[in-house]
């Protein structure tokens, strides 16, 4: 495999685990243990770093090494701008039939199953996934591939807040009455129901950083 695409599906795998949260913001990386777990060179290595932070997931501190970025009040802002319009249209494309709808709906299922197992990081794992899949509504790998910076960045905000019932458990019931009115072909009603989550959601965020901030 080139040295490039390598780096690439590298790259990938290190997203994914952000958006599975097994990084955290501010967390410093340790070039010979990301370069040992991948099996890759330290020039494959510093094409993944490069890669990771002109999307804006790592950040480069001359002179320190490199970090997991820690995405402030005004990414958030614009991560929900994206995720508005990307999402609105997912929903607008989508249709009764579309295997996505199922996948949603035994999302929806897996996440009740991690909440009452009390398994909250597993529940914003998931819900990483329920939002990933609305997108493949829209049939389009260039969006998928978009969504998932989106979703990884996003992720990075949640570590801030931590991953517990207060952050995720409000979204499962909502998650679910979106994909039941997706499954009816209630496309007016479904994006009323996406403009409500992501209002609720994007305050609640900025909420908790303020109180976050507030304490320390």
Not at 117 to 129: L, Q, S
Not at 206 to 212: G, I, M, N, Q, S
Request: charged content about 25%.
């Amino acid at each position: 495999m080139e040295e490039g695409s390598r780096a690439s599906k590298v790259a990938a795998q290190i997203r994914n685990k952000l958006i599975e949260g097994e990084f955290r913001p501010g967390e410093k990386l340790s070039e010979q243990q990301v370069a040992q777990a991948f099996s890759i060179s330290r020039n494959t290595l510093r094409e993944v770093f490069r890669l990771l932070t002109s999307q804006g997931l790592l950040v480069h501190v001359p002179n320190r090494g490199v970090f997991v970025a820690s995405p402030d009040e005004a990414a958030i802002i614009d991560l929900y701008r994206v995720r508005s319009i990307i999402q609105r249209g997912a929903i607008e494309a989508a249709t009764k039939t579309h295997p996505a709808l199922a996948k949603m709906r035994l999302l929806v299922d897996e996440a009740k199953c991690a909440a009452a197992a009390g398994d909250w990081p597993r529940v914003g794992t998931i819900n990483m996934a329920f939002h990933r899949t609305m997108v493949e509504l829209c049939d389009s790998q260039r969006l998928n591939d978009w969504f998932e910076l989106v979703l990884a960045e996003l992720r990075l905000v949640f570590g801030h807040l931590g991953d517990g019932a207060h952050l995720h458990e409000p979204y499962i019931a909502m998650n679910e009455a979106l994909v039941t009115t997706l499954e009816k072909g209630d496309i007016a009603g479904a994006l009323d129901q996406l403009g409500t989550y992501l209002t609720k959601s994007e305050r609640g965020i900025h909420a908790a950083l303020h109180r976050t901030r507030h304490r320390t």
